[in-house]
Nanobody, 124 residues
Framework: QVQLVESGGGLVQAGGSLRLSCAAS????????MGWFRQAPGKEREFVAR????????YYADSVKGRFTISRDNAKNTVYLQMASLKPEDTAIYYC?????????????????WGQGTQVTVSS
């Protein structure tokens, strides 16, 4: 089981930027694909972005494409989500998740470990 701890959330004005970080405990981090999800109040959790364990493959939800960038530093066991041009509709709790054994996880079920989440609030 991978332990995940997110940080970097906060309150930002529309148009601003934030960088989320997710620190992982597993020694197998460098062979684990990672993802970010979010859940807004009253809505279901939704996929945001994912990155393969090599970092060579990334994929984004249409709603964040061109504004968010997922990256990883395997030497630091950390995955990042750089968020720019933030909109009020990006307000949500953001969760980091790990998908061991998958190069390119395609469903939420592929992600087996989850962090506790970090709140991102974008004011208009």
């Amino acid at each position: 089981q991978v332990q995940l701890v997110e940080s970097g959330g906060g309150l930002v004005q529309a148009g601003g930027s934030l960088r989320l970080s997710c620190a992982a405990s597993a020694r197998t981090f460098s062979s684990t694909s990672m993802g970010w999800f979010r859940q807004a109040p009253g809505k279901e959790r939704e996929f945001v972005a994912r990155i393969s364990y090599t970092g060579g493959s990334t994929y984004y939800a249409d709603s964040v494409k061109g504004r968010f960038t997922i990256s990883r530093d395997n030497a630091k066991n950390t995955v990042y989500l750089q968020m720019a041009s933030l909109k009020p509709e990006d307000t949500a709790i953001y969760y980091c998740a790990a998908a061991p054994g998958f190069y390119a996880p395609t469903t939420e079920a592929d992600f087996r470990s989850w962090g506790q989440g970090t709140q991102v609030t974008v004011s208009s």
